[in-house]
């Protein structure tokens, strides 16, 4: 009988400890705090368990070994990555670890090689100072944006670590560039898959390609590196908006070549929808260019928005007159494009708002603010842009090439002459922002 007690009194004892087991985000604690993980009959999941006894053990020993105190406050910014990369890497050094190996391999494979540097990397990245809007001239300054700027006279050193510290820049730099690789991926797979070269059919999509390839990037750089000084600004900001004049030719082009409505075809919207477009792809990156120069941030915003929007309402025209009269469209392709009308609004909300950052300035400097979701939503709307038009492309191709071809020269001189007015535009620009600085450099000083 006293052993049937002695025994309930330690079962409820086990009870009693498995209620104190060390969570699963604690760091740092030695691993025979996890009491008892083997005991299938433990209160909580044995898998859970098992996955705290194992991190508990190792997490501190790959903090130190990796990048001591630096990796911690990259940890802060991004957790869930670095826990993950974490994980991943210990099991692949597990695995390597049963190999037989050279010790010059094991250097190699097990990353040991670059820790020491990466640290120091991840240590100037930590070192690099941000102010607040007051300390900044206000020309710098962003709406409702009250922290996290960067110094307007960084290094390109300073500007290339910050991507990978928390500044404002941070996420508008990652939205842009990450999608870059994807489209990068896209256009290599259908240059390879539809031999794209010899056949001009598909000339205007990989046209359309290159200029979603370029927009996004010239955008990540501008944003890296616009605080190297004020005429770096000016210059990275000159090319961003070229990129975005150079995607909305290109995106008129595709439309016209493979979304362009039957009903609309011989009318005179149809028949000089891309020389009208040219005009406006150029004249429109002159005037966003310009808006640089303007004070007034109403003339900015009027300026730059109408830069953008003019193009893009003439390259959706076509698409919202099928979509909505057309009865050949495809639903797969009519809901891409609903989509990417969806997106498209959501980028001039966001530009022409400054939401969510409005309603609580200060709580939005780093994450989640309207430049942010303004990239993400123009990375959307291209994403489904391209998946429409890849449906239309593929169905109607003998239908198009019969009745509605469009000439080669548009992809290939016209495409060179838009390229080459916008970048004399922009060195035009350059020279006009450098006689402004200067101008503006004398004024302080007197």
């Not at 709406?143 to 307007?152: D, E, F, K, M, N």
């Not at 919207?269 to 009208?276: A, K």
């Not at 890849?390 to 838009?418: C, H």
Request: proline share 4%.
């Amino acid at each position: 009988m006293k052993r049937k007690g002695s025994l309930r009194r330690k079962s409820s004892g086990s009870k009693k400890r498995s209620k104190h087991q060390t969570p699963l985000h604690s760091i740092g604690t030695e691993p025979t705090e996890v009491s008892g993980y083997k005991n299938a009959k433990l209160g909580r999941d044995c898998a859970e368990i098992r996955i705290a006894y194992h991190w508990n053990a190792m997490a501190p020993k790959i903090y130190d070994s990796l990048f001591g105190n630096h990796f911690k406050k990259v940890n802060r910014l991004f957790p869930v990555f670095f826990r993950t990369w974490i994980y991943v890497q210990t099991k692949f050094n597990l695995f390597l670890s049963k190999l037989c190996l050279s010790e010059e391999t094991k250097n190699f494979l097990f990353f040991n090689t670059y820790k020491t540097k990466m640290s120091q990397v991840l240590n100037s990245a930590s070192d690099i100072p941000l102010y607040k809007d007051e300390e900044i001239p206000p020309h710098l300054r962003e709406v409702a944006i009250l922290t996290g700027y960067r110094s307007p006279s960084s290094s390109v050193k300073e500007c290339a670590l910050s991507v990978f510290f928390a500044t404002n820049e941070t996420l508008n730099f990652w939205t842009h560039f990450i999608p870059t690789f994807y489209f990068v991926y896209q256009l290599v797979f259908f240059w390879d898959v539809l031999k794209a070269f010899n056949d001009s059919y598909y000339w205007p999509f990989i046209v359309y390609m290159i200029t979603i390839c370029i927009y996004p990037l010239i955008s990540a750089l501008a944003h890296t590196f616009c605080s190297t000084s004020d005429m770096a600004r000016h210059v990275w900001f000159f090319l961003d908006y070229g990129g975005l004049s150079l995607y909305a030719y290109g995106a008129g082009l595709l439309i016209k070549a493979y979304s362009f409505p039957e009903e609309l075809a011989h009318t005179i919207m149809g028949e000089y929808f891309l020389e009208i477009l040219v005009f406006l792809t150029i004249t429109c990156s002159i005037s966003a260019c310009y808006s640089r120069f303007t004070e007034n941030l109403l003339w900015i915003k009027i300026f730059r928005l109408g830069a953008f929007a003019l193009p893009w309402l003439w390259d959706s025209i076509p698409v919202l007159y099928r979509v909505t009269f057309s009865v050949d469209v495809d639903p797969a392709v009519a809901e891409h494009y609903i989509l990417q009308f969806f997106f498209s609004f959501c980028i001039f909300f966001f530009y022409a708002s400054h939401l969510p950052e409005r309603l609580a300035p200060g709580k939005f400097d780093f994450f989640g603010n309207s430049h942010q979701l303004l990239h993400i939503s123009g990375i959307m709307a291209t994403h489904h842009q391209m998946s429409a038009v890849i449906v239309d492309m593929k169905d109607r191709r003998a239908k198009l090439e019969e009745y509605y071809p469009v000439a080669e020269y548009w992809s290939v001189q016209v495409f060179s002459l838009v390229l080459f007015s916008i970048s004399a535009a922009i060195c035009i620009f350059i020279f006009w922002a450098r006689h402004y600085e200067n101008n503006r450099m004398e004024k302080r000083q007197k």
